[in-house]
Structures are given as structure tokens and as C-alpha cells.
């Protein structure tokens, strides 16, 4: 047999259920993937080795004495929770050093439904401060590194999860975005990273996200491995029946028109150009999708140039309502600390206006692409940027006291808009989004780093959308 780590996701969870691999084996498998290769990556920010292994104790228990066919969807999988999301008995630092890192009294509503699907929990993985960022470094640990080249970052905010995953120091993994953090890690690791639409994942819906930007969704190898997540994130007794995600993307998408665009919101306010790199991978996808028979055709569209200021007001909200310490706010990182600051300047009656512009950007954007069955785009305008290259850290060191931040908060704020200007109008869409990894930029697998394409679709595409990912090899 393979060793563990290399088997796909579904694969593992079939042995699970055959009893051919005990739940126990499978976490000691994995725990010895972390001691060994997260001194390096700074992908896993707490292991709970003890809770896991009677997790897993229990899972094998439990399918001692009930039929296989009558077990939880992902009986004694392995996973790990970003560090943003409640575990009970573990601590949850969101990633930042001026909060009291204690215990959570119980599970987030993610945590309860993947541990009702049977999961094992190994730990908490690193995340920016607050989910904020589109890299995972903070002041409270290590940053997360790309697996594929330590030098560079892993993404955010999921970055963590994504640098596990990659690794093979987790099968799969659930991840949150409300601005491109699942998909940014995924096109920066070399996974298929799918944002599902508004409103499927009702666990990852937050009282304090006024535009409704975040939902959950899965971080994973293939597209067969995010359909098996997606089916325990989103599970609807009518297509559960039917076999669900995982069944459906066996069947052969049809044959679609894709609109093809380099237009961005943000063009206007933070002007850019896309690095060689990531036109390679639009072509590659172009090409990939030309061959399975699709319809690629040139797609103009238009945004209105008040999006950025909008979506920086709804996006910071939260922050600017946490609760913080004024003794503590100097232990904030630049970025937080300046968005936070301006956020508690603003009226109620701002935050009022920017979500009542985004439901219209919404419903003019919608509009515009329902001419196409799907839009394609590179997941990313630039490579994986090196560790420390948003916030000025020198030589990306592992170091993160607050003297190495450099404080530019405006600066590192354009760098993420410029590095994934593709991303965070689909979170007010509300529309799904998958982005797969079709490019190395040495030519091959494994060669140079990962670069990917991002395919959107309109409410209810999840499937499709796994579907052409799996016809494209992925």
C-alpha cells in the first residue's frame, strides 16, 4: 500500500470505512507528517496530538460496533481548523498577539458539523491577524511557507491549512474565504481551492460580516477530494442520496461558453499588469478548456469604480468591532491596527452606504456575467510572493516581533489588491468560484511554483464547476 499521506483523499476515507486503515493508525500517520515537516512550513500553529488520538480512538470504537454503510461521511479523517475557528478545549489566537489566548468553552458551528461527519481534529493551522490578509504571518508564530518553495508564502488567510495540504500533512482541509482566502492559498500551493456559493455552507455564515462576504468551503488535491469535503460542508438529503458532489462529477459537464477577461475592480484605484506567469496559466487553462470541447470567447466587463472603497469599508467592519484593549491595540500588526482605527471612525451610515453599493455591484455584475456560462481569469496576478514581501520584513525571516513589521499598512494593502485583484468581487457576488492549478512556471510539475486559472460560475454551479476541474485532470 502507498504510504498514507500519498493516498487521495477518497482513497483514505475508503480504507477508513473497510477497516482496512484504523482511524488511529491514520492519525499517528499524520501527526508524525507534522513533527516532521512543520519546523519548516509554519503551517500548524497548535497540534493536539492527545485530543486526537482519542478522537481517533473513539472513531475506531465506533465502527467496531455499527455496520460500514451506517458511519459518518468521513469517519476518522484526518483535518485540522484554521486558527480563526473555535475547537473546543483548544485556544483560538485568530492570530493575533492582543488578544488573551484561552481555551474555547465549545466548538464553532464548522468545527460541530465536521466532527458530526466524523472527523479527527490534529490542530489549529496558521492564519493572518483576523483572516485579514492575502499571506499568513503574524506576531504570534511562525508564517506559514509555500511547500513548494519555503522562500515564498503559502496565501492566506487560509494559508496554513493550504501549506498542510499541499504537504501531505493533511489529507484535505476546510477553509474560509470572504475575499479569495481559499482560493489565493490554493492557486499559491498547487491545489483546487472551491468557494461555494452564498448561502450552501450555512456554518461559515457570521453575524459580524455585514456584506455576507464569507462562506466555507474546501482546500484539497483534486476535484474528487474538494467534492468528498464539500459533501460534509453542505450536506442536502436529495443530492446526498444521489451519491452528492462526489457522484456528480463523474458526469461530463456540457459543452460551455466561458468568457474570458483580465478585467478587474480594482484596476482603477491600484492600476496593474500581470506578471508573464500568470498570462502562462490563462493560456494553459484557454487551451485545456479548448480542447475538452468549451467555447472561449472574449469578456468585457465593466465595474463601477466606487467597488474598492466599498469593499474596504464592509471588509474591515469587523475588526473595527472586535474586542480589543486599548493597553493591547499596540500589539496589533500596522495593517490591522491602521484598518481597525479607521473603521471606528466611520459613521454607521458609511458602512450602510458601502453594503447598499455592493448589493448593487452585485446585481450589475451578475447581470453582465450571465452572458457567459462561466468567466475564466488567472487565480492570481503575480507568483507566490516570498515570505515577508507584503509587509517589508527583511529576508523573510522567520523573526516576528513587532521592530521587523514596517509598518506600511496603505503599501501592503495595494501589493494584496495587485497580487489577487481577481478575488474578492466574487465574495460580494456571492457567486461559487474554483481555482485549479494548471501551470508550473517551470513547465512541469513540480518545477518552479504553482499558478492556476479561476473559473466562476453563476448560484448553484458547485458541481459544474468540480465537474470541468475534473475534466481538465484535476
Excluded at 257 to 271: A, C, E, H, K, N
Excluded at 423 to 441: D, E
Aim: proline fraction near 8%; include cysteine.
Amino acid at each position: 500500500m502507498a504510504e498514507l499521506h500519498d493516498l487521495s483523499a477518497v482513497a483514505l476515507r475508503d480504507c477508513l470505512r473497510k477497516g482496512e486503515v484504523s482511524s488511529a493508525e491514520a492519525a499517528a500517520h499524520f501527526l508524525a507528517r507534522i513533527e516532521q515537516h512543520n519546523s519548516l512550513l509554519g503551517a500548524f500553529v497548535t497540534v493536539t496530538a492527545e485530543q486526537a488520538r482519542a478522537s481517533a480512538r473513539a472513531a475506531d470504537a465506533l465502527r467496531s460496533s455499527i455496520p460500514p454503510d451506517e458511519l459518518p461521511l468521513l469517519h476518522g479523517m484526518p483535518l485540522a481548523f484554521k486558527d480563526l475557528t473555535d475547537v473546543a478545549g483548544v485556544v483560538t489566537t485568530h492570530g493575533s498577539a492582543a488578544l488573551d489566548h484561552k481555551p474555547a468553552v465549545s466548538d464553532g458551528p464548522l468545527v460541530a458539523l465536521l466532527k458530526d461527519a466524523g472527523v479527527v481534529s490534529l490542530g489549529k493551522t496558521q492564519v493572518p491577524e483576523f483572516g485579514l490578509t492575502a499571506y499568513s504571518e503574524n506576531r504570534v508564530a511562525p508564517p506559514s511557507r509555500n511547500p513548494h518553495a519555503p522562500s515564498r508564502s503559502s496565501g492566506g488567510s487560509s494559508g496554513g491549512s493550504a501549506a498542510a495540504v499541499a504537504a501531505g500533512l493533511l489529507p484535505f482541509a476546510p477553509g474560509t474565504d470572504g475575499g479569495g482566502s481559499i482560493r489565493i492559498p490554493a492557486a499559491a500551493c498547487g491545489l483546487v481551492g472551491l468557494k461555494p456559493g452564498r448561502g450552501l455552507v450555512p456554518a461559515g455564515e457570521s453575524l459580524g460580516d455585514p456584506a455576507r462576504l464569507v462562506v466555507d468551503g474546501p482546500l484539497a488535491r483534486s476535484a474528487a477530494d474538494a467534492a468528498l469535503l464539500l459533501d460534509a460542508l453542505a450536506p442536502s438529503p436529495g443530492f446526498v442520496h444521489n451519491g452528492g458532489y462526489l457522484a456528480a462529477i463523474e458526469q461530463e459537464p456540457p459543452r460551455l461558453r466561458i468568457g474570458v477577461t483580465l478585467d478587474s475592480p480594482w484596476s482603477g484605484t491600484f492600476p496593474f499588469t500581470p506578471d508573464q506567469e500568470a498570462l502562462d496559466a490563462l493560456r494553459t487553462g484557454e487551451e485545456l478548456l479548448e480542447h475538452a470541447g468549451h467555447s472561449l470567447s472574449e469578456a468585457s466587463i465593466r465595474y463601477d469604480n466606487r467597488y474598492p472603497d466599498a469593499f474596504t469599508t464592509a471588509w474591515t467592519a469587523p475588526v473595527g468591532a472586535a474586542r480589543i484593549s486599548p493597553h493591547r491595540e499596540a500589539l496589533l500588526a500596522p495593517l490591522t491596527r491602521t484598518f481597525r482605527r479607521r473603521a471606528q471612525q466611520r459613521s454607521p451610515g458609511k458602512l450602510n452606504e458601502a453594503t447598499a453599493f455592493l448589493r448593487q455591484f452585485q446585481r450589475d455584475t451578475v447581470t453582465q456575467y450571465a452572458q457567459w456560462d462561466l468567466l475564466l481569469m488567472p487565480a492570481l496576478a503575480q507568483a507566490p510572493r516570498p515570505v515577508g514581501w507584503f509587509t517589508g520584513t527583511a529576508h523573510g525571516s522567520d523573526r516576528w516581533p513587532a521592530a521587523r513589521w514596517a509598518g506600511d499598512a496603505d503599501g501592503d494593502y495595494r501589493k494584496q489588491c495587485e497580487f489577487a485583484p481577481w478575488s474578492s468581487m466574487v465574495n460580494v457576488c456571492g457567486l461559487p468560484a474554483i481555482t485549479i492549478p494548471v501551470h508550473w512556471t517551470g513547465n512541469a510539475p513540480g518545477l518552479g511554483l504553482p499558478m492556476g486559472i479561476q473559473l466562476v460560475g453563476p448560484m448553484g454551479s458547485e458541481a459544474l464547476l468540480l465537474q470541468v476541474a475534473r475534466e481538465l485532470g484535476y
